[in-house]
């Protein structure tokens, strides 16, 4: 039932941020939240959002630069 293939995490459940250990959560279409396009390392909402405002504004896995993600709602644990 849960699959990954390649850096596609979707359908993947309860993903965990590899900086806090909070639940990644899901946007509004299903998708787990991705914040790096380049190697998909798991990293949850908040962390992203300090990352690129207030640390290296890069990846910690892969150092790919961040990209704003404009209109992007975020579901913690599907109770929002």
Known sequence: MEETVGK???????QVCQICGDNIGVTDSGDVFVACD????PVCRP?????RKD??????????????????????????
């Open 8 to 14: 596609s995490l979707k359908n993947v459940g309860s």
């Open 47 to 51: 962390c992203y959002e300090y990352e």
């Open 55 to 80: 640390g290296n504004q890069s990846c910690p896995q892969c150092k790919t630069r961040y990209k704003q993600q404009k209109g992007l709602n975020l579901h913690q644990n599907g109770m929002y």
């Open 38 to 41: 380049v190697c998909a390392f």
